[in-house]
C-alpha cells in the first residue's frame, strides 16, 4: 500500500465507491457530483467524501478537472484505489489531494457507500491505517 | 525512487515555487509507474492545447503556473491548437471561446514554447536522434518517435508533459528502457500498400488487435516522396484504437534490424484486404479533410498532384488542410483553389480537437480523423480511399 500527499492529521469521512470513473466526462465539473451511470454511485456527490475507486479510465484532461474540482472546493477528501493512475496522480499532486493505492481488491471490495472511513499515519513506523465503519442498522 | 542532488533540491523548493511544483508531480507520477529514477530529456512536446479540450479548468491551471513563475528548461513544443483561434473562422465561434483559445497559445508561448510548433509533427521542426530521451503528449507523435527515429519517450499525459519541459526530466520507465523495445507479437501485411487511406484503415485494424510492440512486416507501392506522410497516418490511425506507444516495421524502424532473424519465433498475425475493408465508408462529405497528422505544403501539392482527378469525379468541392504553423508564410503564396475546388489551410490549428457541428460531417483519409471527429468534434467522419 502506498500513500502520496502527505496526512498531516487523521481524515475521517464518508464513503462514495465507484466501479468505474474518468474525471473528464464522469463528473459533473460545477456540481462535483458522478453523472455516469456505469460508475455504481449515480448522482452521488464527491465533494469531500473519500472517493474509494475499483478502476479508473478515460482522458489525460482528467486531470485539469481534478484540479479545478479542488480550486471549486468539489474536490474528495482522498482517494483510494487498488491500481494508480498517472492521470490522478498528476491531479491529485497538484491540489495535495492524498491517494492511496496497491490496496488488495479483497479489501476493496469490503467497502461500501455510505461507509466511514478513518486513514492514520503512524509516522514513526512509516504505516497508513484505513479503519472501515460499517452501519448495520 | 533515486532523486540526484540538484533534483532534491528542486523539489524541496530551493529553485522556485514552479519547479517544484513540477518537480512534486513527476517524482508521484513516476512512483506510480514504478520509475526508480528520472531521466534528463531533451525535448518536450505538450498536448491539451485547445481550448475545447482543457476548457476553462486548463486555463485555470495554466494562468497559475505562470504565476509561479513557471519556464521551461529545455526545447518545448505544442500541439495544434482548435481552429477557434485562426481568422478565417471568426463567425463560426463565440468571443468569448476565440479569446480563450488565444489566451492558452499566449500563456503557452510566454512559458517557453516554440511559437512556431502548434503542430502534432515536431519531429520536423526537431529531429530527434537515436536514442534520444523526450518528453512527449500527442499519441501519434510518440509512435512515430519511437518506431521511425528510435528516440525514446513514453505517452505522457498534457499536464505531465509540461512539467516534464520545466523541469527537463521525466520518469525512466517504460520506451525509456530497452528491456521494453523488444518485439512481443509478428504482424503480416498480406497485400501491398497503394494509398494513405490503406494504411490508415491497416493502422486502425492493428490498433484494434495489438497486444504488446509487434514487429511488422509490410509493403508500399508508394510515391518515395510520399512514404513519409502514408507511415505518418498509418502510426497514427494505430495509435487511435491501442495506446501501443511503439511498432518495429521491417526495414523502416531502425532497431527492427536486430530482430530481421529473430522474430519467426513470436505468434504471427497475418492481415488481408477483407480484414481492413469493414473501416473504408461510402463518401458522407463534399468536404475532404486531409493533415492527420499535419501535412506540409510540398506534401500536400503531391498529393494533389496525385489525387485531383479523382477529387473532381467524386464532386469534393473543399478541402481543410491541417499543416504546422511553421507552414504560415508558404500558405500566403500558394493557392486558393485547384480546378474549382476550395482550399482552405489550418496553419497550427486541428479540427479533430474543434467544435465541428456546423460542418455535420467531413470526408478524409486519416484513420486518426475518422476515429476522433465524431467523438471529440460533433461531426461524422467516413474514411475514403481517394489518396
Known amino acids: 500500500m502506498k500513500l502520496e500527499n502527505d496526512i498531516m492529521n487523521t481524515i475521517e469521512g464518508e464513503v462514495v465507491k465507484v466501479s468505474v470513473i474518468s474525471f473528464l466526462g464522469d463528473i459533473d465539473r460545477e456540481k462535483g457530483t458522478i453523472i455516469s451511470k456505469d460508475s455504481g454511485c449515480f448522482g452521488c ?3 469531500n467524501k473519500i472517493l474509494v475507486v475499483e478502476r479508473f479510465r478515460g482522458s489525460t484532461v482528467g486531470t485539469y478537472v481534478l484540479y479545478s474540482l479542488c480550486r471549486k472546493g468539489l474536490a474528495p477528501k482522498a482517494i483510494i484505489s487498488i491500481e494508480p493512475d498517472p492521470v490522478v496522480v498528476a491531479g491529485a499532486a497538484l491540489c495535495g489531494i492524498p491517494l492511496i493505492y496497491g490496496i488488495s481488491e479483497n479489501f476493496l471490495s469490503s467497502i461500501s457507500t455510505d461507509d466511514k472511513i478513518r486513514i492514520e499515519m503512524d509516522k514513526g513506523a512509516n504505516e497508513v ?3 472501515v465503519e460499517k452501519d448495520f442498522l | 525512487m533515486y532523486l540526484g542532488k540538484w533534483e532534491e533540491k528542486a523539489l524541496q523548493g530551493e529553485f522556485g515555487e514552479a519547479l517544484q511544483l513540477s518537480m512534486n508531480v513527476l517524482v508521484k507520477v513516476c512512483r506510480a509507474l514504478k520509475a526508480e529514477k528520472l531521466v534528463e530529456i531533451s525535448h518536450a512536446h505538450v498536448s491539451g492545447v485547445s481550448y475545447f479540450n482543457i476548457g476553462d479548468e486548463g486555463i485555470e491551471f495554466l494562468e497559475d503556473l505562470v504565476k509561479k513563475g513557471a519556464k521551461t528548461s529545455i526545447y518545448t513544443t505544442a500541439n495544434p491548437a482548435s481552429i477557434a ?4 473562422f471568426r463567425d463560426s465561434y463565440s468571443a468569448e471561446i476565440i479569446v480563450k483559445q488565444r489566451k492558452i497559445i499566449d500563456i503557452l508561448i510566454s512559458i517557453g514554447i516554440d511559437r512556431k510548433s502548434f503542430t502534432c509533427i515536431p519531429y520536423k521542426l526537431k529531429t530527434p536522434v537515436l536514442g534520444e530521451h523526450l518528453a512527449w503528449a500527442e499519441s501519434s507523435a510518440v509512435i512515430y518517435a519511437n518506431s521511425i527515429l528510435g528516440a525514446k519517450t513514453n505517452r505522457e499525459g498534457g499536464v505531465t508533459a509540461l512539467m516534464a519541459a520545466i523541469a527537463g526530466r521525466t520518469c525512466f ?13 509478428t504482424i503480416v501485411i498480406d ?8 494504411a490508415s484503415a491497416i493502422g486502425l485494424y492493428i490498433g484494434n488487435v495489438v497486444r504488446g510492440i509487434p514487429y511488422i512486416k509490410m509493403k508500399m507501392y508508394i510515391d518515395e516522396k510520399l512514404k513519409n506522410v502514408v507511415l505518418r497516418s498509418f502510426l497514427a490511425s494505430l495509435a487511435s484504437t491501442s495506446s501501443c506507444p511503439l511498432v518495429l516495421i521491417e526495414g523502416v524502424s531502425p532497431e527492427a ?3 530481421v532473424d529473430k522474430h519467426s519465433s513470436l505468434e504471427k498475425i497475418s492481415i488481408d484486404f477483407k480484414d481492413v475493408q469493414t473501416f473504408f465508408d461510402s463518401m458522407c462529405s463534399p468536404v475532404l479533410y486531409l493533415g492527420c497528422p499535419h501535412i506540409d505544403i510540398d506534401e500536400l501539392e ?9 477529387l473532381k469525379i467524386l464532386k469534393i468541392e473543399k478541402l481543410y488542410v491541417s499543416v504546422p504553423m511553421y507552414e504560415q508564410e508558404k500558405i500566403l503564396k500558394y493557392i486558393g483553389s485547384l480546378e474549382g475546388i476550395e482550399i482552405v489551410y489550418l496553419p497550427g490549428a486541428c479540427p479533430v480537437v474543434s467544435d465541428l457541428k456546423n460542418l455535420k460531417a467531413v470526408s478524409t483519409v486519416h484513420g486518426k480523423a475518422r476515429h476522433y471527429i465524431p467523438k471529440t468534434a460533433g461531426a461524422s467522419a467516413c474514411l475514403v480511399d481517394i489518396a
Open chain 2, 302 to 310: 503531391l498529393i494533389l498532384r496525385n489525387s485531383i482527378e479523382v
Open chain 1, 45 to 47: 456527490s464527491i465533494k
Open chain 2, 85 to 88: 483561434f485562426l481568422d478565417k
Open chain 2, 191 to 198: 497485400f501491398p500498400i497503394r494509398s494513405i487511406a490503406e
Open chain 1, 129 to 131: 491505517c484505513i479503519v
Open chain 2, 173 to 185: 520507465s517504460g520506451m525509456h528502457l530497452d528491456e521494453n523495445r523488444c518485439p512481443t507479437e
Open chain 2, 257 to 259: 534490424q536486430k530482430y
